[in-house]
């Protein structure tokens, strides 16, 4: 048995791994919209500062 | 002093502008949305963006019909006890900053645990606790901070459209099969005997074969249901030899494998149907938010207030409404059934209806007609009819609207396809004959390279490349166009069909000529003085027209309902209004609209109102005249008559007084004498001939407001520009064209290979993708070319 085999199995499963991976980012709408996570990606610094602040807030009520 | 922009919205703010922590506003709404976000510490909005904002509107009672729980069914997608989800419209939705605020609702209603923004289709998803708000707080939330979402009949649909992914699996699926296949079959192309190679080539090619299953039978499948389609219907479309390809690729190299007699074209094979499959997606891809489909649903509310007998007020479904029920109306609503007026004063305007922005007067006792939006104060009428038998209404059950345009339209590739696929079968045929008697062995060999050769890949992305990057270019020109085959028929046109109010004419500006005896400075004076103080529609058009004067104060003014307005300054009274008011003579047959004038009860003069055209329409008209034919269809009477034709050339066609149905039979007429028919039009007036049309172009000056279903929008400063969009389209076609014959030099090399029997696997692999690729490439160039020259 050459080792070969094994590599071969072990490239096949990487590949589908990363397959089914695709198949469920497709199946969660991740390609519905292409446009606002590119803008959304550019807000992360202030949401998180707001977002403490928040969090302090609306556990009280 | 100095005009500054609202902080808020931006707008100008006029004289007195609001003052709030250093900023100024041009409205109390404007500060309030900013209290708003300052109080919560949302004031980030204004940081990304300048001035993102807009006014809220006034929304009292709008939203009542939202405590309803049948309606709130149909609004939500997902209902429970402890969770709510709306996806809900906001035509407002613009920039950066947008998407920050919707998706920090959170801060402004905890009980909103999640927001999204789809910034391409304009909708933000909201996730909201229901035992603590409701969707009705969620919505005069939004409204509050100047977000109002766009409820219409239209979300009043029982099934939810489900996105269609299909194309993007079956993508992956012939991505993920092409890229590991090429991995599989790169040693075999430089086979030296390599004993390794030899030793494990089998098992590569199994496995390659697997990959290629999923590719043919999933990712390929369309082509054979279309080809089966096609050649049912005795017609030889582009997807037949493609699906002959597809097939005798697929069966030559599992035969080549399983006898061992080659490697076999699992490669070519994943590679051309992925090219194909990129073709599609890019021709697929389209403007998310606009629609191309609107009815009158769209445009209608999904519920009403109704007035019952003992006086109580009660929100009830549109499709509820029958004869004789009493309505109530409120400011910025829109009428759903034909009906007459009660009580209130309307002041209706049907700009969405007719193009017309001018705002109609109507006094209770008279009709109006469903489609019309109220813009003074809130008025009672009685319904005469349902919603599906209004006036307007009636018109979508016309068959035209069931009917997709596409159909029995030959398009350019499917016409070519029909010679090539002979032309191929023809070569093949006769090699084989020519192999069979000299070296029967390689006949079958020759038979099947001649079709995998000939698989006409090249062709077939020609046309979904040229438009989909054309169509691209185009809305970059503000002229969004539904798909590529509306580029294809834009190609054919020769008859072109033009509405007047609203398309020619420009919706903001009227321009009104004076004719009598001059008035002096002081009338001037008080006239313009006057004329600030009312708020009829006439009134406020003439107000803008007239120069600027100074502010002076009224000693007396008193406005007659559908009479006119008096007004008395020193020792000037002024009377402004209809002839028999003013005490002119009255015209037999006035057409336009005239606003009379005295002073002192001498009879002055009058203003005569007319349209006022685009820029550059008479322009557009005399480079179009010399290759199409030019026809005006207009729903207004003639007085435009004589101020038309001063302005166009001479041979076009004028035709006044047409009704909906009419537009739609004219057109449909032209058709039936082969005249191809492209329809510029924008009201829902014209929604019917926009549908019969061969291409159907909506003119819009704002394109987020809502246009009716159309082939094309057009951006109403761009009309100008539509002899230049014409002759793109038909540079597309010759661009189409040259590409054509490109392929076909690759197919003649292709051929030569496979006719002589030496057609090997790396050749087709080679050639197939160059073929694609190369077409992919002078496609885009050309295109982007065409497209400089268009600015």
């Known amino acids: 048995m050459s080792v070969i085999y094994i590599v071969l199995t072990v490239s096949v499963i990487v590949g589908v791994g990363f397959f089914i991976v695709f198949l469920l980012a497709v199946k969660s709408g991740q390609y519905d919209d292409s446009y606002t996570p590119s803008v959304r990606v550019l807000f992360e610094d202030e949401l998180v500062k707001d977002k403490t602040k928040q969090s302090i807030k609306s556990k009280t009520d | 002093m100095k005009d500054s922009t609202c902080f808020h919205c931006g707008d100008k703010c006029g004289e007195n502008p609001i003052r709030f922590q250093e900023k100024s506003f041009c ?478 004419t420009s919706n903001k500006k009227s321009q009104a000529v004076y004719d009598g005896e001059e008035l002096n400075t002081t009338e001037a004076l008080v006239l313009k003085n006057t004329l600030r103080g009312s708020n009829h529609p006439l009134s406020r058009t003439l107000y803008d027209i007239l120069e600027e004067h100074d502010i002076i104060t009224l000693d007396t003014f008193e406005e007659y309902v559908g009479k006119g307005i008096e007004a008395k300054h020193n020792n000037t009274a002024l009377k402004i209004g209809s002839a028999d008011f003013v005490g002119g003579e009255r015209e037999q047959n006035a057409l336009n609209t005239t606003v009379h004038i005295s002073s002192n009860n001498n009879y002055k003069g009058k203003y005569t109102f007319y349209n006022s055209y685009r820029k550059g329409v008479a322009k557009l008209f005399n480079t179009l005249k010399n290759h199409f034919d030019l026809v005006i269809l207009s729903g207004d009477n003639e007085g435009e008559r004589n101020n038309l034709k001063k302005l166009l050339p001479g041979k076009t066609k004028l035709i006044f007084n047409q009704k909906p149905e009419d537009k739609l039979d004219y057109i449909q007429y032209h058709q039936s004498e082969g005249a191809k028919v492209l329809m510029v039009g924008d009201g829902l007036n014209d929604a019917g001939a926009l549908a019969q049309s061969d291409v159907g172009i909506a003119i819009s000056e704002d394109i987020n407001v809502f246009s009716p279903a159309c082939d094309a929008i057009l951006d109403a400063s761009k009309l100008k520009y539509l002899d230049r969009y014409l002759g793109a389209a038909k540079t597309a076609i010759k661009i189409i064209k040259w590409s054509f014959a490109l392929s076909f030099i690759y197919n003649v090399v292709g051929l030569y290979f496979a006719v002589t029997g030496q057609l090997a696997p790396v050749i087709a692999a080679i050639l197939m993708p160059l073929s694609s690729i190369s077409i992919v490439i002078f496609t885009t160039v050309c295109t982007n070319i065409l497209g400089r020259r268009l600015k």
């Open chain 2, 27 to 504: 409205c109390n709404g404007c500060k309030t949305v900013f209290e708003i976000f300052s109080e919560n510490d949302l004031t980030c909005y204004y940081d990304l963006q300048n001035a993102p904002g807009s006014v809220p509107k006034e929304i009292e009672g709008k939203y009542d019909f939202l405590s309803q729980d049948n309606i709130v069914d149909k609004l939500t997608e997902f209902r429970s006890e402890s969770v709510e989800i709306a996806t809900l419209y906001i035509p407002h939705i613009h920039c950066s900053s947008c998407i920050w605020i919707l998706e920090n609702l959170n801060k402004l209603n905890p009980n909103i645990s999640d927001s999204i923004v789809n910034f391409g289709k304009k909708t933000v998803r909201v996730t909201y606790d229901p035992a603590k708000t409701s969707l009705k707080e969620v919505v005069l939330l939004l409204s509050s901070i100047g977000y109002e979402p766009y409820i219409s009949l239209d979300d009043f649909k029982s099934v939810q459209k489900q996105v269609n992914r299909s194309l993007i699996y079956k993508l992956g699926v012939a991505g993920f099969g092409f890229g590991n296949i090429m991995f599989l079959s790169f040693p075999e192309y430089f086979e030296v005997n390599e004993f390794w190679l030899e030793q494990y080539k089998h098992m590569f090619r199994w496995i390659m074969f697997a990959l290629s299953v999923p590719i043919v039978f999933y990712s390929a499948q369309d082509y054979f249901v279309s080809a089966y389609k096609g050649l049912k219907a005795r017609l030889l479309n582009i997807d037949v030899p493609i699906a002959l390809g597809i097939s005798v690729l697929f069966i030559r190299s599992t035969a080549e494998i399983a006898f061992d007699l080659g490697s076999g074209f699992f490669d070519s094979l994943a590679g051309l149907v992925f090219f194909l499959l990129v073709g599609k997606f890019f021709q697929q891809k389209t403007y998310a938010f606009l629609s191309f489909e609107r009815d009158y649903k769209s445009y209608f509310p999904i519920a009403i207030t109704k007035i019952n007998k003992d006086g109580s007020e009660e929100s009830i479904q549109v499709y509820d409404i029958k004869k004789g029920d009493r309505l109530l109306i409120r400011n910025e609503e829109l009428i759903p059934v034909d009906g007459v007026l009660i009580n209130g004063r309307g002041k209706i305007d049907y700009s969405f209806v007719t193009g017309e922005s001018q705002a109609v007067t109507k006094k209770s006792g008279d009709k109006v007609f469903a489609g019309g939006k109220q813009t003074n104060g809130i008025i009672e009428l009685e319904a005469l009819k349902s919603v599906e038998q209004s006036y307007l209404t009636q018109l979508w059950s016309n068959d035209v609207f069931n009917k997709e345009k596409d159909e029995g339209f030959t398009n350019i590739t499917n016409a070519i396809s029909k010679h090539f696929t002979l032309i191929v079968l023809g070569i093949a045929l006769v090699s084989t004959t020519y192999w069979l008697l000299t070296d029967a062995s390689k006949a079958m060999n020759v038979f099947t390279a001649v079709l995998i050769i000939a698989c006409p890949c090249a062709i077939a992305l020609s046309a979904p490349f040229t438009f989909g990057n054309l169509l691209r270019i185009f809305g970059k020109l503000k002229f969004y166009i539904k798909n590529a085959s509306v580029i294809e028929r834009l190609a054919h046109i020769n008859t072109i069909v033009f509405d007047k109010t609203g398309t020619l």
